[in-house]
């Protein structure tokens, strides 16, 4: 029986995904001993699958990514060329304190325009448009955005419904073929509200 002393205590149960019934429901039944105090639970479902194989999800965010490289939508690109993202971003409803997520793919590198003319910042988009495109930062309602290492990051404390276009460059570093994990996000303090695009590949040849 619990008390005081144990109230910090945990217990984990896991089972694997090969062992759960395939013809019906897996019900998860959690049964309150005599006696009183709350009983505090999470439950949690984790599932490897190929990247590519991941589909769009829309929990008040929606995303679609596509690269290009001389105007043409392109999934391959060679050693040094520079290749342009395009993040579709779609809130449903207006957002607080969202934090957004395109990962980069591995192979290639962020290309960081901050430190060039702040003339390629894009101005305050109308709400109904996608066709505004902005670089780095000071775009009008994302209050910071960060080229790092593995992925680009935007956050917004507001963020009205709408539709958002935000593009960025990378360059090709290292030939191989690569998963490219989705595009996500999320309102911080209610993660419920969130989304993400469709997992991809994308290939980078010697030159």
Excluded: C
Excluded at 18 to 32: G, I, K, P
Excluded at 45 to 64: C, D, M, Y
Excluded at 88 to 110: K, R
Excluded at 184 to 199: I, K, L, T
């Amino acid at each position: 029986m619990g008390n005081a002393d144990t109230l910090r205590e945990t217990k984990t149960l896991t089972v694997n995904v090969a062992e759960m019934l395939r013809d019906q429901v897996n019900r998860l039944t959690f049964d309150h001993a005599a006696g009183d105090g709350s009983l505090y639970y999470t439950a949690a479902l984790k599932v490897n699958q190929p990247v590519e194989a991941i589909k769009p999800t829309n929990r008040g965010l929606s995303f679609t990514r596509a690269y290009y490289l001389n105007g043409e939508r392109v999934t391959e690109a060679k050693v040094g060329e520079t290749i342009k993202v395009v993040l579709e971003i779609t809130a449903s409803q207006d957002l607080y304190y969202v934090v957004i997520n395109d990962p980069i793919p591995a192979g290639t590198e962020g290309v960081d325009r901050n430190l060039q003319t702040t003339s390629q910042i894009g101005e305050r988009p109308e709400l109904s448009r996608s066709d505004v495109e902005f670089y780095g930062w000071g775009w009008w309602y994302f209050s910071s955005t960060q080229i790092r290492t593995e992925k680009v990051v935007l956050s917004a404390q507001y963020l009205p419904r709408g539709n958002y276009r935000f593009v960025y460059e990378i360059q090709a570093t290292t030939p191989g073929t690569y998963r490219v994990i989705p595009p996500n996000g999320n309102e911080f303090y209610f993660p419920e509200v969130f989304g993400r695009g469709a997992g991809s590949t994308f290939t980078v040849h010697g030159e």
